[in-house]
């Protein structure tokens, strides 16, 4: 009895001795900014010391091209280290880590070279000239991302004040009517990019974007993070990219609150604008019950179409569609809505194209944090008095060259300064030329699981994207 008291009280010490480091971590952690809202499980920046990797992707025909042995000097891996698509994910996407890719895909279904130099600027003319843009305006801090209000002009009239060498607009994130996957004037360039490349492997894309500006010195785009994966192509300038990992949320001092981080870094705010019960792959689970209910009655209507179809067979279609009808009641709502328009009109609000806000505001995922204060911050270790909390973080800062690729998971928050190139890949354009910053990149749904053949737990974004198109 004696031996037992004493292993009683020795497990009851113990529990005690573990409340009260758990208590003393949650203290700890609620000091430095981070609270029961932050439910991110990937990589961070762990110490100063850390630095971002450099890998190159093999496309198909690099690995045939090995295979036989018929690759050229051309062909050489010049980084640390080479990786397939499906190391990319494993490695980087499922671990929420940024990676850079050196050399941009020089595989037949691209056709960035045609963006090179003046004649790139020529090239895009001729082929969008026409198409109207909305580009954004440089605040009286010198940095875009303010919410201003966005500009309307042609495409051909935008690429003039470039030309010019104007450094006030910003060609960012378009909104088209069609909600395609590809926006303007990116969707006229059809040809020159695939729309799911191969190192993606079976992540979706949400949009596809062109981007371009002109700055000799540098203009920052402000702090913010995205709500969607996100790989950035450059094909002309450079960029220095300041980044954060999702674990330091809380602070950032967003315009918004946070109410959720997910595992994957996917950030909510308060209140939210597209509704409650949402997924970590962005999705919402009322529109996902939509979508499962129309898949369990059109199969139901289609059994019931058929002959000699088993009874058993239909019974469990019906009670398939039960199922889902109960889903739909748990989480509020009565199942009438287009799941398409749903998405659409919810899932467009909360991303990355702030300008279907249709107000001029600071969006929820922009930082308080002036450029300057951020500076002072990374470069000088200077603590703003109004942020204390960013003490607490750990910057990384990488520079992204012409023909590499950045991988940036959603929600890592980033302040990007942008550089332009006059002679960007040959030594056919003048040194006078204008300093033009020229990139494409593909937004991809967060993946809500770690797993390369099955990144997402249904088929719903696929729903979701052959109902909005691609181009």
């Known amino acids: 009895m004696g031996k037992k008291r004493h292993r009683k009280k020795t497990n009851e010490y113990r529990q005690h001795r573990q409340h009260k480091r758990w208590g003393k971590r949650r203290k700890e952690r609620l000091a430095t900014g981070i609270s029961s809202i932050n439910g991110y499980k990937g990589s961070t920046v762990e110490d100063d010391t850390i630095a971002i990797q450099r890998v190159k992707w093999i496309e198909n025909d690099f690995d045939h091209k090995q295979e036989k042995g018929e690759h050229s000097d051309a062909d050489k891996v010049t980084s640390n280290e080479v990786i397939t698509s499906k190391e990319f994910f494993e490695r980087f996407v499922a671990e929420r880590k940024p990676v850079v890719i050196s050399g941009l895909?020089?595989?037949?279904?691209?056709?960035l070279s045609k963006w090179r130099g003046d004649e790139g600027l020529g090239y895009f003319i001729s082929r969008a000239g026409d198409c109207e843009v909305k580009v954004e305006c440089k605040s009286s801090q010198g940095h875009f991302g303010a919410g201003l209000p966005k500009r309307q002009l042609k495409f051909r009239e935008f690429i003039g004040l470039l030309r010019k060498g104007e450094t006030q607009h910003y060609l960012t994130t378009q909104a088209n009517e069609e909600d395609c996957v590809v926006a303007p004037p990116a969707n006229m360039l059809k040809g020159d990019f695939p729309d799911r490349p191969a190192l993606l492997g079976n992540l979706i894309s949400h949009r596809?974007?062109?981007w371009m500006g002109s700055s000799s010195h540098g203009t920052s785009s402000g702090l913010h993070h995205d709500f969607h994966d996100n790989l950035y192509l450059l094909v002309r300038g450079k960029k220095r990219f300041t980044l954060f990992s999702p674990i330091d949320t809380e602070r950032m001092y967003t315009h918004g609150k946070p109410t959720k981080i997910f595992w994957n870094g996917l950030i909510d705010y308060e209140p939210c604008r597209s509704g409650a019960n949402r997924r970590a792959d962005g999705a919402h689970k009322?529109?996902?019950?939509?979508?499962?209910l129309s898949e369990a009655n059109e199969n139901l209507q289609q059994l019931e179409a058929k002959e000699n179809v088993a009874h058993d067979e239909i019974e469990a279609a019906e009670a398939k569609v039960n199922a889902c009808m109960e889903e739909m009641l748990e989480v509020g709502i009565d199942g009438d809505d287009d799941t398409h328009q749903r998405d659409s009109g919810s899932g467009s609000r909360i991303d990355d194209d702030e300008d279907a806000k249709g107000v001029s505001s600071h969006p929820d995922s922009f930082s308080k944090i002036a450029v300057g204060e951020l500076r002072g911050f990374v470069e000088k270790g200077i603590i703003p008095a109004s942020h204390p909390l960013i003490q607490h973080t750990k910057p990384l800062v990488v520079t992204v060259e012409a023909g590499e690729m950045l991988y940036l998971p959603?929600?890592?928050f980033h302040e990007v300064t942008s550089f332009g190139a006059g002679i960007p890949f040959s030594d056919s354009e003048s040194s006078s030329s204008p300093a033009i910053h020229i990139a494409l990149n593909y937004w991809m749904y967060p993946p809500g699981q770690r797993d390369f053949d099955h990144p997402y737990e249904d088929g719903?974004?696929?729903h979701?994207?052959?109902?909005?198109g691609i181009w």
């Open 286 to 292: 009322a529109e996902v019950a939509n979508f499962k």
């Open 208 to 210: 596809i974007n062109l």
């Open 464 to 468: 979701v994207t052959k109902c909005r």
């Open 460 to 462: 719903y974004w696929d």
């Open 410 to 412: 959603a929600g890592w």
């Open 105 to 111: 895909p020089e595989s037949k279904e691209w056709g």
